[in-house]
């Protein structure tokens, strides 16, 4: 088992970049695939992006890709999402999330954090 917490959300204007971080709890972490996802008000939760076990394998939702960058450090326990060219569509809680499949539903992760509020002004 596996604890996520999340952090690095904030306040940021259209254009901006903010880096979240989830910080995992256990010697396991380096058997789980991590994902970020995404939920707006009103919306259902959206994949955002995941990485594989080993950081090889890196997949993004299309509105995304180039703009975001996940990545990983095994040795701290962190999945980090990098975010630039932030627009205010991109305004939601942001969740991490631990799992032994590298996937993009979240029915494939059983862990999750509580959440970060991401919001970007225009």
Known sequence: ???VVESGGGLVQ???????SCAASGRTFISYAM???RQAPGKEREFVAAIS?????TSYADSMKGRFTISRDNAKNTVYLQMNS???EDTAVYYCAA???FA???TDYPYWGQGTQVTVSS
């Open 99 to 101: 799992g032994l499949t």
């Open 104 to 106: 993009d539903s979240p």
């Open 1 to 3: 088992q596996v604890q």
């Open 14 to 20: 259209a254009g901006g970049s903010l880096r979240l």
């Open 53 to 57: 076990w080993n950081g090889r394998n």
């Open 86 to 88: 932030l627009k205010p």
């Open 35 to 37: 994902g970020w996802f």
